[in-house]
């Protein structure tokens, strides 16, 4: 059997198979993990916006009680938060300082667009005792 290299390939292919090759090559490199959303088993505790067709977009999730994740950042400017609950129970997520409140039922999402001003929010389940159990965390926006 003969082993041919990527460059011989590439020369009798011609010019298709080659852009072909590179694109393959480009995007085995990339395993961009999205910075919108976060595995809550995943251990982190942050998130950035990220951009979309339809602009900047926070997404987070909620369980019993948590959030993931807990500390959000964003830049000023026209924002969406997508909350998801991926609890067993009803959940919020409720940003008071500006008039935010989403609230899902188990497997279901809420979303919403706001323009945020910078500062840092604290954010929480408004469900009687949630926030006091821990589902509570930060939206810094600068």
Do not use: W
């Not at 919108?36 to 602009?55: I, L």
């Not at 991926?86 to 999402?109: C, N, R, S, W, Y």
């Not at 929480?124 to 939206?139: A, E, F």
């Amino acid at each position: 059997m003969r082993t041919v290299g990527l460059k011989h390939m590439l020369r009798r292919a011609g010019m298709p198979a080659a852009a072909a090759a590179a694109v393959l090559m480009v995007g085995g490199c990339g395993g961009g993990a999205d910075n919108a959303m976060t595995d809550p088993h995943a251990g982190s505790t942050t998130s950035q916006g990220s951009s979309s067709a339809a602009g900047v977009v926070l997404n987070l999730s909620g369980s019993e009680y948590s959030f993931a994740p807990t500390a959000l950042t964003a830049v000023p400017g026209s924002t969406t938060i997508r909350f998801t609950n991926k609890g067993a129970m009803e959940h919020d997520f409720t940003i008071k300082a500006l008039g935010v409140k989403l609230t899902a039922q188990p497997g279901k999402t809420a979303e919403t667009t706001v323009t945020l001003t910078s500062g840092t929010y604290k954010t929480y389940c408004s469900v009687p005792g949630h926030r006091q159990s821990g589902m509570q965390g930060t939206l810094a926006v600068s």
